[in-house]
Nanobody, 123 residues
Framework: VQLQASGGGLVQPGGSLRLTCTVAKRTSSNNGMGWFRQPPGKEREFVAGISWRGGDTRYADSVKGRFTISRDNAKNTLYLQMNSLKPEDTAVYYC?????????????????WGQGTLVTVSS
C-alpha cells in the first residue's frame, strides 16, 4: 500500500491549508485512517483519526475545533482541513492506514504510512 501526502507549505498564522493523502490500493476502504505530525525536534504525535465509513472521528485536544478530517473512499483519498493555524502547528504531517478498522491515537495501530508533507506556520 502506497500513500502520497500533499498540500503542505508556508502559511501565515491564522491561515488555512488542506492536506490530501491518496492511497494507491483500495485496501484503505475498509480501514480506519489517521493523520499524525512531527514538530521539529519532537516526537511524532496524533492529530486526527477517522473510521472506515467516515462517520466517526477523533482529534487531539490541540487541534479540536480547528482541524477537520474527512475521507472519500470512492477516490481512495484522505483529507485534513486545517484552519486558524498557529506557529505550534508547524510540523511534518503524515497520513496512515489503520490496522483493520482502527483509527486510534496510537501510532502502533497503523501499519502503512505516507512520506510526509511539511507545514510551516510563520509570519
Amino acid at each position: 500500500v502506497q500513500l502520497q501526502a500533499s498540500g503542505g507549505g508556508l502559511v501565515q498564522p491564522g491561515g488555512s491549508l488542506r492536506l490530501t493523502c491518496t492511497v494507491a490500493k483500495r485496501t484503505s476502504s475498509n480501514n480506519g485512517m489517521g493523520w499524525f505530525r512531527q514538530p521539529p525536534g519532537k516526537e511524532r504525535e496524533f492529530v486526527a483519526g477517522i473510521s472506515w465509513r467516515g462517520g466517526d472521528t477523533r482529534y487531539a485536544d490541540s487541534v479540536k475545533g480547528r482541524f477537520t478530517i474527512s475521507r472519500d473512499n470512492a477516490k481512495n483519498t484522505l483529507y485534513l482541513q486545517m484552519n486558524s493555524l498557529k506557529p505550534e502547528d508547524t510540523a511534518v504531517y503524515y497520513c496512515a492506514v489503520g490496522r483493520g478498522a482502527s483509527y486510534s491515537s496510537t501510532a502502533g495501530s497503523y501499519n502503512y504510512w505516507g512520506q510526509g508533507t511539511l507545514v510551516t506556520v510563520s509570519s
